[in-house]
Protein backbone atom coordinates (compact mmCIF):
# COMPACT_ATOMS: atom_id res chain seq x y z
CA UNK A 1 0.00 0.00 0.00
CA UNK A 2 1.63 3.49 -1.46
CA UNK A 3 0.90 5.74 1.53
CA UNK A 4 3.06 8.42 3.36
CA UNK A 5 1.13 9.31 6.55
CA UNK A 6 3.15 12.24 7.61
CA UNK A 7 2.30 13.95 3.74
CA UNK A 8 -1.10 13.12 4.15
CA UNK A 9 -1.61 14.40 7.86
CA UNK A 10 0.33 17.45 7.32
CA UNK A 11 -0.95 19.01 4.15
CA UNK A 12 -3.34 21.65 4.45
CA UNK A 13 -6.19 18.75 4.89
CA UNK A 14 -8.74 18.57 7.20
CA UNK A 15 -6.78 16.24 9.42
CA UNK A 16 -4.40 18.86 9.80
CA UNK A 17 -6.69 20.61 11.74
CA UNK A 18 -8.48 17.30 13.22
CA UNK A 19 -5.60 15.88 14.46
CA UNK A 20 -3.28 16.71 16.78
CA UNK A 21 1.00 15.37 16.77
CA UNK A 22 3.04 14.08 19.45
CA UNK A 23 6.35 12.85 17.91
CA UNK A 24 5.50 10.28 14.73
CA UNK A 25 2.21 9.74 16.58
CA UNK A 26 -1.54 11.35 15.30
CA UNK A 27 -4.26 11.61 18.07
CA UNK A 28 -7.64 12.81 18.57
CA UNK A 29 -10.44 12.09 20.31
CA UNK A 30 -13.43 9.60 18.68
CA UNK A 31 -15.55 7.63 20.77
CA UNK A 32 -12.10 7.18 22.65
CA UNK A 33 -8.66 8.25 21.65
CA UNK A 34 -7.41 7.32 18.63
CA UNK A 35 -4.19 7.03 16.92
CA UNK A 36 -2.60 6.67 13.85
CA UNK A 37 1.37 6.14 12.93
CA UNK A 38 3.32 4.21 10.33
CA UNK A 39 5.83 1.82 11.44
CA UNK A 40 8.60 0.35 8.98
CA UNK A 41 6.19 1.49 6.03
CA UNK A 42 3.30 -0.67 7.71
CA UNK A 43 0.16 1.73 8.90
CA UNK A 44 -1.09 1.48 12.29
CA UNK A 45 -3.87 2.37 14.58
CA UNK A 46 -6.07 2.10 17.79
CA UNK A 47 -9.08 3.25 18.87
CA UNK A 48 -10.56 3.23 15.08
CA UNK A 49 -11.58 0.94 13.11
CA UNK A 50 -9.89 -0.19 9.78
CA UNK A 51 -13.15 0.77 7.87
CA UNK A 52 -12.52 4.48 9.69
CA UNK A 53 -8.85 4.77 8.56
CA UNK A 54 -9.57 3.40 5.31
CA UNK A 55 -12.31 6.10 4.26
CA UNK A 56 -10.13 8.45 6.36
CA UNK A 57 -6.93 8.26 4.23
CA UNK A 58 -9.00 6.91 1.14
CA UNK A 59 -7.21 3.45 1.07
CA UNK A 60 -8.89 2.44 -1.63
CA UNK A 61 -7.72 4.73 -4.44
CA UNK A 62 -5.22 3.69 -6.70
CA UNK A 63 -2.50 5.64 -7.09
CA UNK A 64 -0.61 4.52 -9.44
CA UNK A 65 -3.51 4.61 -11.32
CA UNK A 66 -3.50 8.52 -10.51
CA UNK A 67 -0.46 9.17 -11.46
CA UNK A 68 -0.50 8.05 -14.69
CA UNK A 69 -2.96 10.79 -15.23
CA UNK A 70 -1.19 13.58 -13.45
CA UNK A 71 2.06 12.08 -14.99
CA UNK A 72 1.18 13.04 -18.23
CA UNK A 73 1.99 16.93 -16.77
CA UNK A 74 5.37 17.55 -16.35
CA UNK A 75 4.97 19.48 -13.63
CA UNK A 76 2.98 17.32 -11.83
CA UNK A 77 5.30 15.04 -12.59
CA UNK A 78 7.66 16.32 -10.34
CA UNK A 79 5.20 17.13 -7.63
CA UNK A 80 4.18 13.12 -7.36
CA UNK A 81 7.76 12.52 -7.38
CA UNK A 82 8.77 14.90 -4.56
CA UNK A 83 5.12 14.08 -2.64
CA UNK A 84 4.85 10.36 -3.98
CA UNK A 85 2.43 8.52 -1.25
CA UNK A 86 0.40 11.56 -0.14
CA UNK A 87 -2.87 11.19 -0.49
CA UNK A 88 -6.58 13.10 -0.16
CA UNK A 89 -8.78 12.48 2.85
CA UNK A 90 -11.91 12.13 3.48
CA UNK A 91 -13.29 13.95 6.77
CA UNK A 92 -16.88 14.30 8.47
CA UNK A 93 -18.40 17.14 6.19
CA UNK A 94 -19.55 19.20 9.36
CA UNK A 95 -16.04 19.05 10.68
CA UNK A 96 -14.74 19.77 7.05
CA UNK A 97 -17.00 22.94 6.75
CA UNK A 98 -15.60 24.20 10.10
CA UNK A 99 -12.05 23.77 9.60
CA UNK A 100 -12.96 25.44 6.28
CA UNK A 101 -14.94 28.34 7.36
CA UNK A 102 -11.75 29.06 10.03
CA UNK A 103 -9.92 29.30 6.59
CA UNK A 104 -10.99 32.10 5.62
CA UNK A 105 -8.36 35.07 4.88
CA UNK A 106 -6.06 32.60 7.47
CA UNK A 107 -2.71 30.29 7.18
CA UNK A 108 -2.25 27.06 8.81
CA UNK A 109 -1.06 27.79 12.28
CA UNK A 110 -4.05 29.80 13.08
CA UNK A 111 -6.76 27.45 11.53
CA UNK A 112 -5.53 24.25 13.46
CA UNK A 113 -5.34 26.91 16.87
CA UNK A 114 -9.00 27.76 16.13
CA UNK A 115 -10.51 24.22 14.91
CA UNK A 116 -8.75 23.25 18.01
CA UNK A 117 -10.01 25.27 20.37
CA UNK A 118 -13.69 24.78 19.31
CA UNK A 119 -12.83 21.04 19.64
CA UNK A 120 -11.72 21.61 23.42
CA UNK A 121 -15.24 22.59 24.59
CA UNK A 122 -16.16 18.88 23.79
CA UNK A 123 -13.30 17.31 24.78
CA UNK A 124 -11.52 17.19 21.70
CA UNK A 125 -14.65 16.40 19.42
CA UNK A 126 -16.54 18.41 17.30
CA UNK A 127 -19.09 19.86 18.68
CA UNK A 128 -22.61 19.04 16.98
CA UNK A 129 -24.02 22.31 14.82
CA UNK A 130 -26.80 22.77 17.08
CA UNK A 131 -24.37 23.55 20.10
CA UNK A 132 -22.24 26.00 18.35
CA UNK A 133 -24.64 27.96 17.32
CA UNK A 134 -25.20 29.37 21.48
CA UNK A 135 -21.44 28.21 22.51
CA UNK A 136 -19.35 31.10 24.02
CA UNK A 137 -16.44 31.00 21.27
CA UNK A 138 -14.76 34.42 22.20
CA UNK A 139 -11.30 31.77 23.40
CA UNK A 140 -11.02 30.61 19.63
CA UNK A 141 -10.34 34.16 18.50
CA UNK A 142 -12.36 33.64 15.42
CA UNK A 143 -12.69 36.94 14.66
CA UNK A 144 -15.39 37.68 11.71
CA UNK A 145 -15.49 34.27 10.66
CA UNK A 146 -17.35 33.44 14.30
CA UNK A 147 -20.39 34.93 12.80
CA UNK A 148 -20.27 32.76 9.53
CA UNK A 149 -19.51 29.27 11.67
CA UNK A 150 -22.59 30.30 13.98
CA UNK A 151 -24.90 31.22 10.91
CA UNK A 152 -23.61 28.30 9.08
CA UNK A 153 -24.39 25.71 12.19
CA UNK A 154 -28.05 26.93 12.49
CA UNK A 155 -28.92 26.49 8.93
CA UNK A 156 -26.91 23.14 9.15
CA UNK A 157 -28.40 21.91 12.51
CA UNK A 158 -32.06 22.91 10.48
CA UNK A 159 -30.66 19.92 7.75
CA UNK A 160 -28.37 22.44 5.05
CA UNK A 161 -26.25 19.32 4.40
CA UNK A 162 -28.76 16.43 3.98
CA UNK A 163 -28.48 15.04 0.82
CA UNK A 164 -25.54 16.79 -0.74
CA UNK A 165 -23.76 13.65 -1.42
CA UNK A 166 -26.60 12.51 -3.90
CA UNK A 167 -26.43 16.20 -5.86
CA UNK A 168 -24.66 16.28 -8.98
CA UNK A 169 -20.91 18.33 -8.38
CA UNK A 170 -22.41 21.92 -9.66
CA UNK A 171 -25.67 21.54 -7.61
CA UNK A 172 -23.94 20.39 -4.53
CA UNK A 173 -21.63 23.76 -4.93
CA UNK A 174 -24.65 25.89 -4.89
CA UNK A 175 -26.47 24.25 -2.28
CA UNK A 176 -23.14 24.78 0.05
CA UNK A 177 -22.39 28.31 -1.43
CA UNK A 178 -25.59 28.69 0.54
CA UNK A 179 -23.93 29.06 3.53
CA UNK A 180 -22.85 32.09 5.59
CA UNK A 181 -19.08 32.51 4.57
CA UNK A 182 -19.16 29.46 1.88
CA UNK A 183 -17.76 30.91 -1.56
CA UNK A 184 -16.51 29.12 -4.02
CA UNK A 185 -13.25 28.01 -2.66
CA UNK A 186 -14.76 26.63 0.81
CA UNK A 187 -17.48 25.12 -1.42
CA UNK A 188 -15.15 22.84 -3.25
CA UNK A 189 -12.82 22.30 0.06
CA UNK A 190 -16.01 20.66 1.68
CA UNK A 191 -16.87 19.01 -1.63
CA UNK A 192 -13.45 17.44 -1.86
CA UNK A 193 -12.30 17.01 1.21
CA UNK A 194 -15.80 16.02 3.05
CA UNK A 195 -17.89 14.68 0.32
CA UNK A 196 -15.55 12.97 -1.96
CA UNK A 197 -15.94 14.85 -5.40
CA UNK A 198 -12.54 14.52 -7.13
CA UNK A 199 -13.51 16.69 -9.57
CA UNK A 200 -13.07 19.55 -7.15
CA UNK A 201 -10.35 22.06 -7.44
CA UNK A 202 -10.24 24.49 -4.95
CA UNK A 203 -8.70 27.69 -5.72
CA UNK A 204 -7.13 29.47 -2.92
CA UNK A 205 -3.51 31.83 -3.15
CA UNK A 206 -1.33 29.23 -3.66
CA UNK A 207 -3.15 27.29 -6.22
CA UNK A 208 -3.42 30.86 -8.13
CA UNK A 209 -0.11 30.87 -7.87
CA UNK A 210 0.91 27.63 -9.04
CA UNK A 211 -1.27 28.26 -12.01
CA UNK A 212 -0.27 31.33 -13.29
CA UNK A 213 3.65 30.61 -13.06
CA UNK A 214 3.81 26.99 -13.96
CA UNK A 215 0.55 27.21 -17.08
CA UNK A 216 0.41 31.28 -17.20
CA UNK A 217 -3.38 30.35 -16.60
CA UNK A 218 -5.95 33.25 -15.30
CA UNK A 219 -8.19 32.49 -12.04
CA UNK A 220 -11.06 32.58 -14.46
CA UNK A 221 -9.86 29.94 -16.93
CA UNK A 222 -8.12 27.79 -13.86
CA UNK A 223 -11.59 25.29 -13.54
CA UNK A 224 -11.53 24.56 -17.56
CA UNK A 225 -7.62 24.01 -17.76
CA UNK A 226 -8.01 21.89 -14.36
CA UNK A 227 -10.08 19.17 -16.51
CA UNK A 228 -6.78 18.00 -18.35
CA UNK A 229 -6.43 16.12 -14.98
CA UNK A 230 -9.87 14.77 -14.94
CA UNK A 231 -11.11 12.55 -13.12
CA UNK A 232 -8.57 13.36 -10.73
CA UNK A 233 -8.39 17.42 -10.41
CA UNK A 234 -8.50 16.79 -6.71
CA UNK A 235 -5.48 14.97 -6.37
CA UNK A 236 -3.53 17.17 -8.91
CA UNK A 237 -4.87 19.98 -6.91
CA UNK A 238 -3.34 19.05 -3.92
CA UNK A 239 0.11 18.05 -5.36
CA UNK A 240 -0.03 21.65 -7.27
CA UNK A 241 -0.73 23.15 -3.65
CA UNK A 242 2.16 21.24 -2.38
CA UNK A 243 4.44 21.75 -4.94
CA UNK A 244 3.77 25.56 -4.53
CA UNK A 245 4.38 25.89 -1.32
CA UNK A 246 7.59 24.67 -1.49
CA UNK A 247 9.27 26.74 -4.67
CA UNK A 248 6.85 29.70 -4.96
CA UNK A 249 7.87 31.05 -1.50
CA UNK A 250 6.93 34.99 -1.52
Keep these: ML ?31 AELWQEGGKLRYSGCSHEYVR ?18 DEVLSRAVRSFRGLRLTLSDPWETLVAFLCSVNSNIPRIKRCVQAIMGMAG ?15 HARLGFREKFIRRSAAMVAEGALYGIEKLDFQEAKRELMNLPGVGEKVAECVLLFGYGFLEAFPVDVWIARAMRHYFGVAPRRIASFAERWEPYQGYAQQYLYML ?3 ELKP
Design 244 to 246: ARE
Design 3 to 33: LNLRLTMESGQPPEFLWQRRGSRYFRMLETR
Design 55 to 72: RMLRLGDELEEIYGVLCR
Design 124 to 138: GRMPAPEVLVEAELK
